[in-house]
């Protein structure tokens, strides 16, 4: 069963960056079939997707956040990573990491999330 | 973007009764080249991630259960429980994936009545 755990600090200082790694287990990120995406949930919000990556290291990246985001993936390690510069308090949220699924039609990218991992609380405060 | 727009924001139903989550995107997500809406729901129990419930709009995942049902095309979807069990307390969103940035719903949230 494929699981997903994210990890890292749970507590960033404003102008700084925010580094989170997700650990895929149960199966490996060398996948053809899937992307692996970032998604966070302010307290008490909804969801907003931060970012996906495939294997080979192509990324998608909202617009939204592109300019201070990087993505990035480790095959030997089963994992993939998140950094998000500059961050003030509007990057409070809960981080989640899932498997971003493909269409599996020719031309196309990828569509649904899952499983997703627990999530973890990044709160950013001096 | 694709803004979606859930509505109700809340809705209580009794155990055993039918719930209906409604979802409206400010665009088509249907692809008339696959003839399929690209819309997934899913649900969010208190202090859990989110569970992927359906996608193409109307397939529902593996070990979901059948008193989950998706339908709708183009720009407006419904989700419906056809028999509320306690354990659908939860909130549910939409999120489309015909286009990025993939977006989600604000999400409603289901409560017993």
Redesign the interface.
């Known amino acids: 069963q494929l699981q997903l755990q994210e990890s890292g600090p749970g507590l960033v200082k404003p102008s700084e960056t925010l580094s989170l790694t997700c650990t895929v287990s149960g199966g490996s990120i060398s996948s053809s079939s899937y992307y692996w995406g970032w998604i966070r949930q302010p307290p008490g919000k ?4 931060i970012g996906s990556i495939f294997y080979s290291g192509s990324t ?1 990246y ?3 956040l592109k300019s201070r985001l990087t993505v990035s993936v480790d095959t030997s390690r089963n994992q993939f990573s998140l950094r998000l510069s500059s961050v003030t308090a509007a990057d409070t949220a809960v981080y ?1 990491c ?1 498997r971003h ?1 493909m ?1 599996m ?1 020719r031309g196309e990218g ?10 973890t609380l990044v709160t950013v405060s001096s | 973007d694709i803004v979606m727009t859930q509505s109700p924001d809340s809705l209580a139903v009794s155990l055993g009764e039918r719930a209906t989550i409604n979802c409206k995107s400010s665009q088509s997500v249907f692809s008339s080249s ?1 003839n399929k809406n ?1 819309l ?1 729901w ?1 649900q969010q129990r208190p202090g ?5 419930l359906i ?1 193409w709009a109307s397939t529902r ?1 593996s070990g979901v259960p059948d008193r989950f049902s998706g339908s709708g095309s183009g720009t407006d979807f419904t989700l419906t429980i056809s028999s509320l069990q306690a354990e659908d307390v939860a909130v549910y ?1 939409c ?1 489309q ?1 015909l286009s ?8 409603t949230k289901l409560e017993i009545k």
């Open positions: 909804g969801l907003e997707w998608d909202s617009p939204s989640f899932a699924v269409t039609i990828p569509a649904w999330f899952g499983p997703w991992g627990q999530g | 696959t690209y997934a899913y859990q991630p989110p569970n992927l996608y995942e969103y999120q994936y990025t940035p993939f977006t989600f719903g604000q999400g």
